[in-house]
């Protein structure tokens, strides 16, 4: 590998360049284990095409969400706490509330959702997010830009990047 | 992707009921299962799916509101049919593919008798891709470009 410091080309590996004696330990230790260069790692989020966020505050009704569901063929809905994202509620939520037996016009979103979803910011790698649907069951991530909600990464958006 | 067989992606599990199960029943095996969806057989047969989607677009709002009434109506009602089906001889991109064109996120497997093995759902496949890339999704450093200046432990 090539010194940073005089240029020196040293063999791979070595721990002091040969030429000036810096210390090359682990400077070269990820270039072996994947390549920075590999598009599923290296595109951002917001190269793949995002879902306009559906939203509710915190005090209206499951119901409410639900028929807000139902005209935009969404499955899920951000909670928002005035601007901030407080929580979402899933299709698996509004099954969770029925289920139980409670009456949905009757049920508040806060009590409902699944609070503070984990998000992640529109320059983080799409890597990121296959990772934490598959590893977390996520379908849906909300993607912030400068804190703000900008949009809905979906697992049926990431599948079609995959087919591309 | 594109030569991985569905057979090859493991057991998937289908939550199931027989045909003649209310929509109670439907939705409390919906919530136990944990799959977003519940298969409906007859015999060996798989005839219609009950997924949490269905809950939210296909329930009236007495249905919706009255517990009641969810134990006296049969979930053949309200289930979607016939379900969406894949051998598990054919291939992941096919399984995909289906998922992304037609906006479904639960295929039935069948074998050749169109008898019940399985269910493959959007999260699955989600899964098995994150598992096919295991360096890159799990063991990714805080940042991409970042490199460690000194070895571990130093």
Redesign the interface.
Known sequence: MRCPACGHDNIAGVDLCESCGMDL???D??GS??D?A?P???QPISGVALEEPLTRPMDATV?DA?RL??ERSE?CVFVMDGERLAGVL???D???V??R?L???RTKLDRAMTPEPMRLREED?L??A??R???D?Y?HIPVTREGGLRGVLS??S???R??D | ?RDTSVLEMGPLPAPRLAITATLHQA??M??RGRR?AVVLIDGLRPVGVF???D???R?S?DL??N?EQ?RITPVREVMSFPPVTIRRQQTL?EA??I??ER?F?HLVLVDREENLRGMMT??D???F???L?P???????PR??Q?????EG?
């Open positions: 330990a682990g400077l230790v990820h284990s994947f920075p590999d599923l790692l290296t119901a639900v569901m139902q499955g899933t299709e698996r509004v099954t969770r029925i289920s037996g009456d949905p016009t790698p890597a990121w296959l990772h649907m598959g590893v069951g379908r697992a049926r990431v599948l079609r995959l087919l | 992707m939705l409390q919906l919530v977003g997924t949490e989607r809950v939210v677009n329930l709002e919706l509101r517990p969810r991109a995909m593919e998922m992304v906006s996120r959007s999260g496949v989600v899964q891709v994150t598992d890339f360096e890159e999704t799990v063991n990714l450093p991409l470009r490199r460690f200046q000194t070895p130093a």
